[in-house]
């Protein structure tokens, strides 16, 4: 195979391995393919030959698969700077978590502030 014409994109997307090959089954129909190798557990598809990023998302678009170079940058909608902008939502579930765990062991399983606190933590 031809190393020269050899493209690596980053797939977002992938819901099952199924798909994934059913993906890769459709990228090697397009005329300008030689050949695709998808690599599910790093989210990313090794083309031969020609395609388009629309062209790969076209391949995709039964299951809503974005494409993008392997080195292409992010965009700026998916970088986030802190951990805690990313993982607020969890951080706060755990927190309530805690609270409805002490409440338990003060007020017992079956008071108001222990039963809130669980169901604000797993609703979180």
Known sequence: MD?????????????CAGCAGTFEKNVKQIKTVQDAEVNFPAAK?????????????????FEGLKV??????LPESKKSSSFILNYWNVLLGVFFFTIGVRSVVTFGEEHLA???SFFVSHHN
């Open 3 to 15: 190393q020269n014409r050899k493209h690596v994109y980053r797939v977002e997307g992938f819901s």
């Open 45 to 61: 598809i090794t083309v031969y030959g020609e395609a388009s990023i629309q062209q790969l998302e076209k391949a995709g678009a």
């Open 68 to 73: 993008r170079g392997e080195d292409d940058e």
């Open 114 to 116: 222990s039963v809130l």
